[in-house]
């Protein structure tokens, strides 16, 4: 683990990354765009506009699975004391807090047609803006702490702090209302959903996953840079 | 455990002297409920209907109201890095802290609750419901409000930060605070299972509460 520490190594290791995953990226997005707005079949009940859940349960599967990614980032710092492993966090937060602001989005778009309003409080939906309140905590809470090195800590532990709380107010709001439908990707005795569906989905799944790698390893690549100029910058002053 | 008590009384009377912060946040508690039925319209019908929600969501306010009070000024007069070189751990310490804040914020809000209760029309079945369920419920806003506290500690003007770290956290009391209330007003006698979630949450919050905002208040204090 503690070989990917040194700035230099990971750079390298990021720059061989990057351009595969940024190819894999947009190929996967061309295809998946393909098949979730051309090539699959209209839904026999809700019609053209099924084709919102090929953007919008992608974005919310990996918007809570981004905010789980950062909790054990800030584990993997707070335990080994990893410099990199914070910085992932911190690079990962945004892009999970964007997901989360699209999985809203799209919801609040399909649930027009589908329920005839735009907002229900019902628990999916509940639970997701709650995690975009915990997205929206831990980025401001690094935004105010002046001193990087105390903010890399004190955010850590605000991370493992709200996942820790996410099942439980999950399971709280669920308790409270529920209209959604359950998920119908994972479920016992295989999949709900036909294979001409299935297909597009996966796609877009696995655009999203690869898209969160590379601007992960760019915004890390980004943070780093930012350190280095900084350092520079107060030796410099040093020297004057 | 003397250690302990002389803390807690060290807190509760340095929270009255020092502008009464007790009785402050049971006047915000008071004319924040007290905002509804001008919001709402006087109609006792609906008062009655969301009265426990208006109550619960009032006495979350009214707990985050003294949360930036806990650790920050101890941080500011220096008296933490001498609380951090006793032989108490700095788990126990925060206990103190929490416990004081229930103490002498969520007590007076617990003791003003019949008489809001009356003027929003809430019923005294509905009224012994409601305490109950704060008396079980609340202690997990101060547990869990040491965490917002302690991680914002050090920042100045941090008070303004909690409210957005810790209202997240505060949802599950909310629910089955008002939930439990709810139950017991609509007969439908769901409402063991509400108290028993809450307390729940109460105890959770008891054991995570103290070791996450130790930790930060010795990053803190690095």
């Known amino acids: 683990m503690h070989k990917f520490a040194n700035p230099v190594r990971f750079n390298r290791l990021a720059n061989t990354l990057l351009p595969w995953t940024f190819a894999l990226t947009v190929t996967l997005f061309a295809a998946g765009l393909y098949y979730a707005l051309y090539a699959s ?185 930012e350190k280095r100029l900084e350092l520079a910058l107060r030796e410099k002053a040093s020297w004057s | 455990m003397k250690a302990f008590l002389t803390l807690v009384r060290l807190e509760t009377l340095s929270s009255w002297r020092q502008g009464g912060a007790g009785m402050l946040v049971v006047m915000f508690y008071v004319m924040t409920v007290s905002l509804f039925p001008f919001g709402v319209g006087p109609d006792p019908a609906i008062l009655s209907q969301i009265g426990a929600g208006i109550v619960w969501v009032a006495a979350l306010l009214s707990a985050i109201l003294s949360l930036d009070r806990m650790f920050s000024i101890d941080f500011e007069d220096g008296s933490m890095d001498l609380l951090a070189l006793t032989a108490m751990p700095l788990e126990i310490q925060v206990i103190a802290k929490a416990l004081s804040h229930w103490l002498n914020s969520l007590g007076p809000v617990i003791l003003a609750t019949p008489l809001l209760a009356l003027v929003l029309q809430i019923g005294t079945e509905g009224l012994i419901a409601l305490i109950l369920t704060m008396l079980i419920g609340t202690p997990a806003l101060s547990f869990m409000g040491a965490i917002a506290a302690a991680l914002t500690a050090s920042i100045k003007r941090g008070g303004v930060l909690i409210p957005l770290l810790v209202l997240p956290l505060y949802i599950p009391t909310l629910i089955f605070g008002a939930g439990a209330v709810a139950e017991v007003l609509a007969g439908t006698g769901g409402e063991t299972g509400n108290l028993l979630f809450l307390g729940a949450l109460s105890t959770f919050s008891f054991v995570i509460g103290p070791i996450a905002a130790a930790a930060a208040l010795r990053t803190t204090m690095e």
């Open chain 1, 41 to 225: 079949p209209p839904d026999y009940q809700q019609g053209d506009s099924v084709r919102i859940m090929y953007v919008h349960v992608p974005a919310s599967s990996l918007s809570l699975a981004i905010y789980v990614f950062m909790a054990a980032a800030s584990a993997a710092f707070i335990i080994w004391k990893h410099p990199l492993a914070v910085l992932a966090a911190k690079a990962a937060a945004p892009i999970g807090m964007v997901f989360c602001g699209l999985a809203l989005a799209t919801g609040s778009i399909w649930g027009k047609p589908m329920w005839g309003t735009w907002w229900q409080w019902d628990a999916r939906l509940t639970s997701m803006l709650v995690l975009f309140f915990l997205y929206l905590g831990y980025l401001a809470l690094w935004q105010v702490m002046e001193d990087s090195n105390k903010a890399a800590k004190i955010s850590s532990i605000l991370a493992l702090v709200g996942v820790v709380n996410i099942p439980i107010i999950k399971f709280s709001v669920e308790w409270w209302n529920t209209l959604h439908q359950p998920s119908s990707l994972i479920r016992e005795g295989g999949s709900a959903i036909d294979p001409s569906m299935m297909t597009p989905l996966l796609l877009m799944l696995a655009a999203y996953g690869l898209y969160f790698v590379t601007v992960l390893l760019w915004r890390m690549k980004a943070e780093m840079a």
